[in-house]
Structures are given as C-alpha cells and as structure tokens.
C-alpha cells in the first residue's frame, strides 16, 4: 500500500515563496516518476510539474515554468515543489501522484496513487 502525504501549503503574499514536500511510504518510491497538479476551486485538476524517477527529467505546465522546481530525495522518499514569485492565480490545492507508466506526465490517467492535498492560498 503506497500513501502520499503533502505538507508545507499555507498563506502567501503574491511575490513570496513556498516549498511543498510529499512523503511517500511503501518501497520502490525510488523507482517510480512523480507528479504535482492543483485544483482551484471551480476549476478542473491541472498539471503542474514532473519528475523521472532519477530526478534527471523534469517537466513543467507552461503556467509555472520559471517560478517552479519539482526536485526529490529518493534517500528521504519525498518529492517537492518550490514555488517563487506566487501568484493569486496559484491558489489551490495541490496534489502530489505517482506516475506508474513512466510517462505522460501531463495525463492524470498516468498517476495511479494521490495524496490529500495540501491547500496554498496567495493573497494580492
């Protein structure tokens, strides 16, 4: 059984900065490729960033590409997502998922396993 679990979301001025980290349980994290999406409210769920399970290949929504770096430690079986220059347009829930395919990081259909969600809020 494989659980996901975001932290680090909370309040933000636009401009500032936050660092998601999604921990992951179960073996084999290191093998997989990892993904971050975000759902604001109304809206549907979007692809942010991914990650190739080497942390060689990384893969970014034009939307945050430039303010935005998924990275991982598959030491510490965690992935995370720095995000800078926030924007009010950025606010979300955020969504950490494995991709089981080693592909098609734009696809939800390609993510087998999702954490909770963590919500970031940035005020204008």
């Known amino acids: 059984q494989v659980q996901l679990v975001e932290s680090g979301g909370g309040l933000v001025q636009a401009g500032g900065s936050l660092r998601l980290s999604c921990a992951a349980s179960?073996?084999?994290?290191?093998?997989?490729?990892m993904g971050w999406f975000r759902q604001a409210p109304g809206k549907e769920r979007e692809f942010v960033a991914g990650?190739?399970?080497?942390?060689?290949?990384?893969y970014y929504a034009d939307s945050v590409k430039g303010r935005f770096t998924i990275s991982r430690d598959n030491a510490k079986n965690t992935v995370y997502l720095q995000m800078n220059s926030l924007k009010p347009e950025d606010t979300a829930v955020y969504y950490c998922?494995?991709?089981?395919?080693?592909?098609?990081?734009?696809?939800?259909?390609?993510?087998?396993?999702w954490g909770q969600g963590t919500q970031v809020t940035v005020s204008s």
């Open positions: 998922a494995r991709n089981s395919v080693h592909r098609g990081y734009y696809d939800m259909g390609s993510y087998d396993y």
């Open positions: 179960g073996r084999s994290f290191s093998s997989y490729a």
């Open positions: 990650i190739s399970w080497s942390g060689a290949s990384t």
